[in-house]
């Protein structure tokens, strides 16, 4: 055993927990009707794709990276499934009253964002 080993196998335990942490709050989300958006998960995989190696010491592939991003893809795979269950109807009078709306420059909009929410 070397003397790296250890620290291997605490990393490893520290990265099991922090999925299962990950895990936890994603299922408290989504008790509580919270919708994850695309951002979310493109942003965990650009900082996985970031800070992790996609090959170990000696050639091999870090399995840890892969089954990582391959666990972010099948959330996605299963949100992009469960969007298909939704059946939404147009209601008109809804588009109606839309589609009357004033439409806004691109300076307006940003006058009225202002008001409302002012920069600090």
Known sequence: MTREAPSKFVTQEINTQ????RQQQQQQQQQKG???????FL???LMMHLTMEDYLEGGEINLRKRNAEYEIMREIL????????YNLNPN?????????????SENESYILSC?????S
Not at 78 to 85: G, P, R, W
Not at 115 to 119: D, V
Request: aromatic content about 10%; overall charge negative.
């Open 18 to 21: 922090k999925t299962q942490e």
């Open 34 to 40: 919270v919708v994850p958006y695309l951002r979310t």
């Open 43 to 45: 942003s965990e995989l």
């Open 78 to 85: 299963l949100l992009q499934v469960a969007a298909n269950n």
């Open 92 to 104: 008109e009078q809804f588009g109606a009253w839309f589609r009357d709306m004033e439409r806004l």
């Open 115 to 119: 008001q409302l929410e002012p920069r």
